[in-house]
Each structure stands twice: as structure tokens, then as C-alpha cells.
């Protein structure tokens, strides 16, 4: 997809600053196919020792224009690449209620007694560097102009399966015994689908847990065992949601070896 100056060269547009280092520069463009634009934002650090994995689907422009800007800073303040990278990259964190739901899931099936911890909010803990975030596609991607949503189909669509193939892989292989947490459907088939590559160990992936944003509160409700599955509304499947939470907790309970 791209030559051995990537991303040199558009970590030297960020730097330039100005209207070039917008999101939707031509300039910081990578491909464009049909209604699909690539757009290169600084997500390329991959956090070397990490436990847990949360991927989403892609950045969205909002989250995409603050690592632009973080990174642009730090080139600015004499920063070198790696060190603009990372700090491009620690714009990506949960905070508030959305944290509150994924940290008391991911308790719950027992991630964090796994872990050794009494809690898996020391996970996030400021400089631990114990969570890596990432998306199924690395680099932010718009359709028509907005955020990419899952449609088309990304394994279906050569451009958008090639950057599965080439950055999600590659980060893969770099965090093999980590837990890899996918936010939503979509992310999960573009782990099921490195899993069937031979490129992530199925039982790494923990799949089937409800996204933990606030507009979820009833699936994780009842993920969580808070309201019950003949509770839920018609807009929520609550025996699939019990079933999720019982596969996962026998998941996490038959690793072997202690804290990874």
C-alpha cells in the first residue's frame, strides 16, 4: 500500500502543520478507492508489552485530528519519532462510564484475577502501558466523506482487507500471548479472520462482549448479570449476552500459567 517512506513522509506533513495536516488533506491521504478514502493518522506504535488489546473498527476523524495535533506538538517540541508516536497514540483512552462498564465486564469473567491484579482498572493505570489500543483498520477511513462504519464489508473489500492483512496482522504477531478484546461485530470478524490466517490464537480472543459505551447500558446490564436475560427489551438478546459471559468467564478460567 505504501513505499519504505511511510510514514515518513506524511509525519513530515504533520510537522509542516498548517491546513496540509488537516484529516482530510489530500495530502495525508493514503488510498482512495471508489467511495472509500484511507487517510494517514500517527496510530503506528504498537505497545510492546501489553496484556490486553481492545480494537475497534478505525479512528474517526475526531480521534484521528487529535493524535494529528498531539503528534504535530511533540515533533515541534523536539520530540523524536518514537516519542511523537506514542504520545499521538495515548489520545486513545477510555475514561468515564465507558471505562466503569469495561473494567467491571472485564472483571467479571475474571481478567483481571487472571492478570494478578485486584482489579483490571490497574490495566489503565497512567504510564502502565499494560493495554494496547488499536483498530481493525489502523488508519482512519471515511466513506463519502464520513466515518467508516463497517459498510462495505472490510474483508470484502481488497484495500480495506489488505490493511487488515498487513498492519493488524503484523500486530498480532507482536503481541501473541496478549487478551484481545474486540468492540463490536465488526472487529471481532477482522480477528476471526486472523485467527483463521493462523496469525492470532483463538482462545486469545475474548468475543462476544457487549460494546461498553453508555448508549449499551441494557447489554451490559445484563452481561453483567444486573438485569436479567428475560428482562431485557426486544432490542436485546439476553440469552445470547448470558451465553457470551458464560463462555468467556470458562474461557479466562481455563488459561493455564498464571498472569501473561
Known sequence: MENSNFPQKYLSVIAAGAVEAHIASPSLTIAQEGELRIAYAPFDRVTPNARLVIVGITPGAIQATAAIKACRAAIVAGADVPEALALAKSQASFSGPMRANLVA?????????????????????????????????????????????????????????????????????????????????????????????????????????????????ERVAVFLGRKSPQEASRQTDGAALYAAFRRLANQISKMKGGAQ
Open 105 to 217: 465486564m472485564l472483571d467479571a469473567i475474571g481478567v483481571g484475577e487472571h492478570f494478578g491484579l485486584s482489579s483490571s482498572d490497574q490495566l489503565f493505570e497512567a504510564g502502565s502501558e499494560q493495554v494496547h489500543f488499536t483498530s481493525a483498520l489502523r488508519y482512519p477511513v471515511f466513506r463519502r466523506g464520513k466515518n467508516y462504519n463497517g459498510t462495505p464489508n472490510m474483508l470484502k473489500t481488497p484495500v480495506l482487507r489488505q490493511m487488515i492483512d498487513t498492519y493488524l496482522a503484523e500486530e498480532a504477531r507482536q503481541l501473541p500471548e496478549a487478551l484481545w478484546l474486540p468492540l463490536g461485530p465488526k472487529a471481532g470478524e477482522a480477528l476471526q479472520h486472523l485467527v483463521r490466517c493462523g496469525d492470532l490464537r483463538e482462545d486469545r480472543v475474548l468475543a462476544g462482549m457487549p460494546h461498553p459505551s453508555g448508549a449499551n447500558a
